[in-house]
């Protein structure tokens, strides 16, 4: 097949030599003038927002161009730069493919080694919407409060040094002082991360960074800037070999920034912005006055299952998150602590059965095209599990609920991070903010149970004191992971699924 090398390798006419079975942008990309920066181009925002924004320009084309900026790695300039922003979206569901290239992205931006690049985006009056994606870390709070973290390193340099930001809140907060400065246009901050009132959260964040610049800033924020919260939902699983390869050999062209996901997809954003709106409402997009009702199931559904699974099938010996739903010992307790703790702390979602909502998910998870590693889910649980788990048991014991098996994650949490500890024999290795600390309180309490989840329940960062103060609380917990320190812990799974 005569195809590019590349994705483009010198002009957007290569668009018009793609392969049948490739589907190309259905608008003049050369005319597209940008009009929305994101932060944080990963894989997620390439599948999920960057999908939305093309399906809406597609059918209401306007000025909408997206210039995407990382401020961590990895850079741009070799994927997305050299191939002009445009890259190929496969959506697999079983044996089927779907193959598109998405032209919004018509710039990128590495701001790595400084943050001028990316505050001189930010700052553009081009720009009336900034989305991001940066993760859960990225806005340094503290889970267990949503307060910005003050002793976080990054915000301690950023206060000390406004001037050459490193922390996201400490970008934004300069970013918008050189709009108020330049020319005062509003804009609005859109995050699409996954934490609930993630809005909310970012606007704290940023207003806790930008009082350290005075009442005038301030006063702009007030009048100019705003933070919707949204809810964003589609299994985009890290990109593989395999899935470059694929595009190579299928489709006859290399594509270094190709991104796979399932076909559901879902955004719920909160009608609340500064100044102009994109049309993603003709794209499918949901537009009301409140979303926690969506983020919370959303959250403590889906999100708890493959926070759950991901622990569990870890100690099952498990790969990838099909692999977990597999196994009847696992998804029968996940089943069961889902309809017997998790639903009953949701308050009513407009338009959605709970239980419709349960099995829809279940089925998502069970696509076996969409290889999500366990180890990847597991990545920063501690800046997860307050939401997905731990709220949801402190609105259970308030009630006088059970939390059996809700507990029992924690445990499974707390055994991944100690599990990575030299005297529990490095199982394997632990990405997240609190693998250090869990390490020190393996390496000092050893295998005591009871000294291990005092050592976690100190760190008020993520357990709230009023929770971590609760004594069933506490006894469930240390046992559930004496069951699991055991010499078999899959019987101990075994005995909890049959109970």
Request: aromatic residues 6%.
């Amino acid at each position: 097949m005569n195809a590019p090398e590349t994705l483009p390798t010198t002009s957007d006419m290569r668009l018009t030599t793609l392969p049948t079975g490739v589907r190309r942008p259905g608008y003049e990309r050369t005319t597209l003038d940008v009009g929305m920066a994101h932060l944080g181009v990963g894989a997620f925002h390439r599948c999920h927002q960057a999908e939305f924004t093309d399906d809406a320009l597609e059918a209401k084309f306007g000025r909408w161009g997206v210039v995407g900026i990382n401020i961590r790695p990895p850079r741009l300039a070799d994927t997305l730069g050299r191939q002009h922003g445009i890259y190929t979206r496969l959506l697999r569901d079983g044996d089927s493919v779907d193959a598109r290239v998405i032209g919004c992205l018509k710039a990128v931006v590495d701001s790595q080694d400084s943050s001028d690049a990316a505050v001189a985006v930010l700052a553009s009056p081009d720009i009336d919407v900034v989305t991001m994606t940066v993760t859960e870390k990225g806005y340094c709070h503290q889970p267990a409060t949503g307060a910005i973290d003050a002793a976080h390193p990054d915000i301690v340099h950023d206060l000390a040094h406004p001037d050459s930001p490193r922390s996201v809140p400490g970008l934004i907060v300069r970013a918008l002082e050189r709009r108020m400065q330049s020319h005062g246009l509003p804009v609005t901050f859109v995050s699409c991360d996954n934490i609930p009132a993630n809005g909310v959260i970012l606007e704290s964040v940023v207003r806790a960074v930008a009082a350290r610049c005075g009442a005038e800033l301030m006063r702009w924020i007030d009048g100019n800037v705003a933070f919707p919260s949204t809810m964003v939902d589609r299994i985009v699983p890290a990109t593989a070999p395999e899935d470059i390869a694929f595009v190579e050999h299928t489709y006859g062209y290399r594509d270094d920034a190709v991104v796979v996901g399932e076909p559901f997809r879902q955004w719920v954003i909160e009608d609340r912005f500064a100044g102009r709106t994109p049309p993603w409402a003709v794209a499918g997009a949901t537009f009301v006055d409140d979303v926690t009702p969506f983020e919370l199931i959303k959250m403590r559904v889906l999100n708890a299952t493959q926070t759950s699974l991901a622990y569990l099938g870890l100690i099952a010996g498990h790969e990838h998150t099909f692999d977990d739903m597999t196994d009847p010992v696992l998804t029968a307790i996940v089943r069961r602590m889902l309809t017997e703790e998790s639903l009953p702390t949701l308050p009513p979602v407009p338009g959605v059965d709970a239980i419709a909502y349960l099995d829809q998910s279940f089925a998502r998870l069970r696509n076996t095209a969409i290889r999500h590693r366990n180890h990847q889910i597991a990545t920063d649980g501690s800046r997860k599990i307050v939401q997905r788990i731990l709220n949801p048991i402190r609105e259970r014991l308030e009630a006088g609920g059970s939390v059996e098996r809700l507990t029992l994650v924690v445990a499974a949490w707390m055994f991944y991070l100690v599990s990575a500890s030299k005297r529990f024999g490095e199982r394997w290795t632990v990405e997240d903010p609190f693998a250090a600390e869990a390490a020190r309180i393996a390496d000092q309490v050893g295998r005591d149970a009871a000294g291990l989840v005092a050592g976690f329940l100190a760190h008020d960062s993520i357990f709230d004191r009023a929770l971590a103060g609760r004594p069933e609380f506490r006894s469930d917990v240390a046992r559930h992971l004496d069951g699991l320190l055991a010499p078999d812990p899959v019987g101990y799974l075994r005995r909890i699924a049959g109970e």
